[in-house]
């Protein structure tokens, strides 16, 4: 069984810093791309920014200049440090890990997602 495990939520006040930790695990699963979603009360999950296993990154505009993902392969963990934090960045953050599956001799590719971790930032 593959797990994506995330921490690092909590109360914070507006511009204030959090950093979330997310670590993938289990046998047979290679990881190739890591990421960062949100989900703001009443709305849909998002995307947030995205590691590559060759570390290349990308961000969605409202977060650039604010937030920077970070990736350490050897310990199969992506980070996620939130600086200059704004209510509106409120909600459950997600972390997505995407790679192969091995399984009975096939390679299936396969995405798996933590079980979010909570951010509330209050004004």
Do not use: H
């Amino acid at each position: 069984q593959v797990q994506v495990v995330e921490s690092g939520g909590g109360l914070v006040q507006a511009g204030g810093s959090l950093r979330l930790s997310c670590t993938a695990s289990g046998r047979g699963f290679s990881i190739n791309d890591m990421a960062w979603y949100r989900q703001a009360p009443g709305e849909q999950r998002e995307l947030i920014a995205t590691s590559s296993r060759d570390s290349t990154t990308t961000y969605k505009d409202f977060v650039k200049g604010r937030f920077s993902i970070a990736r350490d392969n050897a310990k199969n963990t992506v980070y996620l440090q939130m600086e200059s934090l704004k209510p509106e960045d409120t909600g459950v953050y997600y972390c997505n890990a995407g790679g192969t599956y091995y399984s009975n001799g096939y390679y299936f590719p396969s995405k798996y997602w933590g079980q979010g971790t909570q951010v509330t930032v209050s004004s």
